[in-house]
Every structure is written in structure tokens, then in C-alpha cells.
């Protein structure tokens, strides 16, 4: 769920200092929870701007920690936005929250016990 590479490229970054990575992961799983009620609650209520900004927000963090299945579902909801204004899709928002959902629990599993 998430590339090794990206893990690799953190722990050369911090001196091999795995904490980091708990860190990185624990501040992660807080703001893609806070960003994924966001997300719901302005799809809701069709305010696109406010789910634009939170669907890029976290595009961005799940990319920067190698989380590629996430970014690119938030990469697709972001397009649909700019080239649309809108976006009703809620198939792909529930895909979006069961893969955030999963990449939570991966997180916890594998680098947070």
C-alpha cells in the first residue's frame, strides 16, 4: 500500500532513524482522518470548493509518504474538479474512504504497533 522506495528515500533522509517514520505516520493517519470527514462532509454539501482543497491536501500528503493508491484516486476526484467545477461521483468518494481506510490500517499493522 505503500512504496518501499518512498520508506527508503525517508529513512535515508533521517540518518536511518526509524522514528521518523513513526512520526511521519502517526501525524499522517490523524490528518488524512480529519481530511477524509472533510472531504465527506463537503460532498454533502455539494461545497466544492472546501472538498477541492481538502481532496488536494490530501493527494499531496499520501503522495509524500509513497501511498500511490490513495494520491491517485484524489489525483482523479481533483481533475474531475478542475476541468468540471463540480463532482457527484459517489462511488468514487466511498472508493476514496475505503482505501483511506485500509491505508490506515495498514500503517497501524505495519510500522505503529
Known amino acids: ?3 518501499e ?3 527508503q528515500q525517508i529513512l535515508e533522509l533521517s540518518g536511518g532513524d526509524s522514528s521518523i517514520l513513526v512520526e511521519l505516520f502517526e501525524s499522517f493517519n ?3 482522518a480529519e481530511l477524509q470527514e ?3 462532509a463537503a460532498f454533502e454539501k455539494h461545497d466544492y ?3 477541492k482543497s481538502s481532496i488536494h491536501t490530501l493527494k499531496g500528503l499520501s503522495g509524500t ?3 500511490t493508491s490513495v494520491a491517485e484516486l484524489c489525483y482523479n476526484i481533483d481533475l474531475e474538479l478542475k476541468n468540471s467545477g463540480a ?3 459517489e462511488n468514487a468518494l466511498q472508493q476514496l ?3 483511506n481506510e485500509k491505508l490506515k490500517i495498514y500503517i497501524i499493522d505495519k510500522y505503529l504497533k
Open 1 to 3: 500500500m505503500i512504496k
Open 5 to 7: 522506495a518512498t520508506i
Open 30 to 32: 490523524n490528518d488524512a
Open 38 to 40: 472533510e472531504i465527506v
Open 49 to 51: 470548493k472546501a472538498l
Open 65 to 67: 509518504i509513497g501511498a
Open 87 to 89: 463532482f457527484t461521483d
Open 97 to 99: 474512504v475505503e482505501e
